[in-house]
């Protein structure tokens, strides 16, 4: 692999997790299962993994119709190409949310992060361009209450 081919797989991938945050803040729930492989996987500590298309853009679903406004601020991301169809990642997570009534410019008050941990990636190239095969959460600090688990559970009842 030349070093120009390294260097355009890092950016591939870096984009992936820019990206992953960048649609999850919107709630665009297809963008956002199409940055996985068919059977590409998400897991996050609370839940079992979401394996597939199917399961993925189900629990994205879920998420957005929580209406929690959330900010996915992503940092160190650090990319190894493994070679020409592989590659692994690491990057931070400090991920924002609030599910408080917005003020007149729309605005939600600020709360602290809900969620400060890492990513853990392997990517694959496909047919459609680079994609996740897999995504694993590992939080390292957390809220004891963060706006999504007071949605949810204000849902539920």
């Given amino acids: ?37 068919e059977d590409g996987y998400v897991a996050v500590p609370e839940h079992p993994p979401f394996k597939g298309h199917a399961a993925i853009r189900a629990s994205m679903q879920a998420l957005a119709d929580l ?9 160190n991301s650090l990319i190894e190409a493994i070679d020409a169809d592989t590659a692994t990642g690491l990057c931070y997570l400090t ?16 709360e602290q992060p809900g969620t400060v941990g890492h990513y853990t990636d392997e990517f694959m190239r496909t047919p459609q361009g680079w994609r996740f095969k ?23 009842t």
């Fill in 67 to 75: 209406g929690v406004t959330m900010r996915h601020v992503m940092s």
């Fill in 95 to 110: 991920a924002y949310g609030s599910a408080a009534p917005a003020d007149a410019t729309g605005a939600r008050p600020m």
């Fill in 134 to 156: 897999s995504r694993v959460l590992t939080r390292v600090l957390r809220k004891s209450e963060d706006a999504v688990q007071q949605a949810a559970r204000a849902k539920a």
């Fill in 1 to 37: 692999m030349t070093e120009i081919e390294r260097l355009l797989i890092e950016h591939a991938c870096t984009r992936m997790q820019t990206l992953y945050c960048i649609h999850a803040d919107n709630r665009a729930v297809d963008a956002f299962t199409a940055l996985f492989a």
